[in-house]
């Protein structure tokens, strides 16, 4: 009985030594993006700890809306340039919005739409998706062995930098049910530059529409850079068009002849327009309650 209470004593010990020396301290321990330590993951995170808030993040649905509750409707069409300061984080270099359409686009997660028209007809396919902004050039090259030239097909990817503006499809009802003026979000449309061989801009051409109520699980996902400088307090992309916190202007209106503003109007008092449209929008609740 004795020599089996040493025995026990002698493997306790040993567990008390041990352990110290195989233990980690908290500060040694490196944590991955999945929450594991390093020696099971080979990435660490790139943060105090690992983000988790956005991805896990769920889109809330819309209120059911009756047809018989909108008293009133109105469709707006907006463009987002990216090159002003509210509208920055659109370019964030490491990720902005065009290049997330794009690849949400090519891997079948979200349907686009042809830019032939705003009424989301006509569903682009993968290929198609992928085609646009890329180009084919022929390079000559030499061939040391056999000192000969040839031709050689270089493909040319999208350059995202090239997309200065996107266009927003919106209408703004009214709803009896609650008495409240609201908006909803139909498509948004990225606007590409078109240059010519010397790099001179040509002109401005719609990619596809992407229709805005099926990609919003997708963007909810995504990160935006806070341009409040605060990175611990992250936005997706839901939130800033949920949040309507962007700068726009209205470049088109529902009308009877469907023109643009800028089909009729020039200059400065395209934007003069646009800003009666919205005023004559905000006055109708106005009036409403008023009367």
Known sequence: MKEIMKLVSFVVLVLCLVAPAAAQRPDEIIMTESGEPLNQRKTPVDDIVPARTTFQKRVL????????????????????????????????????????????????????????????????????????????????IFDPETYEEKMKIAINEINYEDIKRFRVKEVWFFDKEVSTLQVRILGIAPLRDVKDENGNFLYEQPMFWVYYPEARKILAKERVYNIGGNDASPLSWDDIFEMRFFSSYIWKGSNVFDRRLQDYLSGVDVLLEGEKIKQEIFNLEHDLWSY
């Open 61 to 140: 649905d819309y209120d059911p809306v009756r047809e018989a509750d909108i008293f009133w409707e109105r469709r707006v069409w907006r463009v987002i340039d990216v090159r002003e300061k509210m509208n920055l984080p659109f370019a964030y270099p490491p990720r902005p919005l065009s290049q997330i359409m794009m690849e949400a686009a090519k891997s079948g997660e979200i349907t686009v739409y042809s830019a032939e028209d705003d009424k989301f007809t006509q569903p682009l396919t993968q290929e198609e998706v992928a085609a646009q902004g890329a180009s084919i050039d022929t390079v000559l």
